[in-house]
């Protein structure tokens, strides 16, 4: 009775969240552990019994068994810590240091992830709480940023053009804002352009496809002006010593 008014009481909650209704699977069994022993306690109290003695000897018992299993209880509090503060919740993308993963199951002890790869990841949720963790999911957009590199032989007049022809390209992708381009800096074998703009979608997927379109447009009217993209130098090393030999 009491873990299903918990279940019923946490459910109403979170009807908006399809996700947290599966989160909340181990409040129940948290519940039943709480409650239940205190409903004993009442119903041995009014049966006449001891009831300081049973307590006395629950409790020593009850310190012991907190210091043996410290971890197991360390990992329960930061469920809850998940549960209330929400950093992710099932079905969210998050990336931990070098894991990454979709969120398929939140525990008492651990959370599941499945990898990129398709195995499933366990991770204790102290861990969890310890860790700086990205969360993909709620992005709403990205900022993008990327070099353009032109040789040295390109001409002054064609250098002012390249920010006005990456501007033109940009502004006429949807769900793209433009930010800006700029020639840069000079670094030791080409001129630096630097573009910058924001892609209204969090999706990875629709990042991906703007960028590919954006990268092809550019080849496009690079070619159609005549700019070249510059190459790093390769400077090849004479042994001079094998060639008087030689």
Same mark, same amino acid.
């Given at each position: ?7 019923? @009481?946490? =459910? ?31 119903? @041995? ?7 300081? *003695? ?13 210091? *043996? ?16 503060? +929400? ?11 070098? +894991?990454?993963?979709?969120?398929? =199951?939140?525990?008492? #002890? ?9 195995? $499933? ?15 993909? #999911?709620? !992005? ?31 502004? #006429?992708? *949807? ?15 080409? =001129? $630096? ?13 629709? =990042? ?8 092809? !447009? ?5 070619? +159609? ?18 060639? #008087? *030999?030689?």
């Amino acid at each position: 009775m009491m873990s299903l008014l918990v279940r019923l @009481l946490l =459910y109403r909650h979170s009807l908006r969240t399809r996700a947290r209704v599966g989160q909340m699977r181990g409040l129940p069994i948290i519940a039943d552990v709480i409650l239940w022993p205190f409903a004993i306690v009442i119903f @041995l109290n009014n049966q006449g019994y001891n009831v300081t *003695a049973i307590l006395t000897g629950l409790g020593i018992g009850g310190i012991a068994i907190a210091l *043996a299993a410290q971890n197991v209880l360390i990992d329960v509090f930061n469920y809850f810590v998940i549960f209330l503060d +929400k950093p992710f919740e099932v079905g969210d993308f998050i990336v931990l240091d070098d +894991k990454m993963g979709t969120v398929e =199951y939140v525990g008492l #002890k651990t959370t599941r992830v499945r990898a990129l790869g398709g195995e $499933q990841m366990i991770l204790s949720n102290s861990d969890l709480s310890r860790s700086r963790i990205h969360n993909f #999911k709620r !992005m709403e957009q990205r900022r993008v940023s990327f070099w353009i590199r032109v040789p040295f032989s390109t001409s002054p007049n064609v250098l002012t053009k390249i920010p006005v022809i990456v501007r033109n390209i940009i502004t #006429k992708v *949807a769900d793209v804002s433009f930010d800006r381009a700029h020639l840069l800096s000079i670094g030791e074998y080409s =001129y $630096q352009f630097e573009i910058v703009y924001i892609v209204l979608s969090g999706d990875y997927n629709v =990042y991906a496809d703007v960028q590919q379109r954006i990268n092809v !447009m550019i080849v496009d009217e690079f070619t +159609k002006h005549h700019v070249k993209f510059a190459v790093p130098i390769q400077h090849h090393v004479c042994n001079c010593h094998e060639l #008087k *030999a030689s």
